[in-house]
């Protein structure tokens, strides 16, 4: 269990909505991750975090933005929320970065984001 | 760039046959790492294994293992005598190593999956 929570677990919400998912983990990782999920495209990145305040784009940034002010919150905001951002979404954080051999990363449990 | 290929969209197997799900990797470092991930149908993701490009022994653990090999890119999975509990969609993933100037591995690139449905 690498203490991953996310929250909400589930949400609803309408096109044109601001939407903020966040991710809460308790054992001082540094590296911090989220992806979505969707129906034949696997786990895609969306941003990362290499710290506090320390931020870069993923492979679908474009309608996300994060922040991280505390090294165990790391939160990701769909300014406009559209329905091609319905997803899952998943957070993750890497256990043992620096340590090349043995980084592995963890994932929390998801959340489940539906844009009518 | 990095790039990971699950051939095998969906398998269906009648339990206690042998499975292998398929894993084709792209990547211009020579270093660099390959994982497993189990996602059961409640949806979390569950990690497996890790193996560095390094190391190219197989491993078994239980009735799960693991078969890589550089020369074909491949990084395969098989399960011996399935079990309805391993009905699940597995992803392969893979990392690269930043450097000597940057910590830690790049973020995973994910296959898209492959489902495996055990019929009892």
């Known amino acids: 269990d690498a203490g991953i929570t996310q929250s909400p677990r589930h949400k609803v919400t309408e096109t044109g909505t601001p939407v903020t998912l966040r991710c809460h983990q308790t054992e001082n990782h540094r590296y911090m991750y989220w992806y979505r999920q969707d129906p034949g495209h696997g786990l895609r990145l969306i941003h990362y975090?290499?710290?506090?305040?320390?931020?870069d784009k993923g492979e679908v940034s474009d309608g996300y933005s994060v922040s991280r002010s505390k090294t165990e919150d790391f939160l990701l905001t769909l300014e406009s929320a559209t329905s091609s951002q319905t997803s899952v979404y998943f957070c993750?954080?890497?256990?043992?970065?620096?340590?090349?051999?043995?980084?592995?990363?963890?994932f929390g449990p998801g959340t489940r984001l539906l844009v009518l | 760039a990095q790039k990971v290929t699950q051939a095998q969209t969906e398998i269906s197997v009648v339990e206690k046959e042998d499975v292998t799900l398929d894993c084709v990797y792209e990547?211009?470092?020579?270093?660099?790492?390959l994982f497993w991930y189990k996602q059961p149908p409640s949806g979390e993701l569950v990690f497996l294994i890790r193996?560095?490009?390094?190391?190219?022994q197989n491993e078994i653990s239980g009735r799960y293992s693991w078969n890589f090999q550089k020369s074909t890119s491949s990084f395969n999975f098989t399960i011996t005598a399935s079990q309805v509990v391993d009905s699940a969609v597995y992803f392969c993933?893979?990392?690269?190593?930043?450097?000597?100037?940057?910590?830690?591995?790049?973020?995973?690139?994910f296959g898209k999956g492959t489902r495996l449905s055990v019929i009892a």
């Open positions: 975090s290499y710290g506090v305040k320390d931020t």
């Open positions: 193996r560095n490009s390094f190391d190219e």
């Open positions: 993750a954080i890497s256990s043992n970065p620096g340590q090349a051999n043995r980084e592995t990363q963890y």
């Open positions: 990547t211009r470092d020579t270093t660099y790492y």
């Open positions: 993933a893979l990392s690269e190593a930043r450097g000597i100037t940057k910590s830690g591995n790049t973020p995973l690139v």
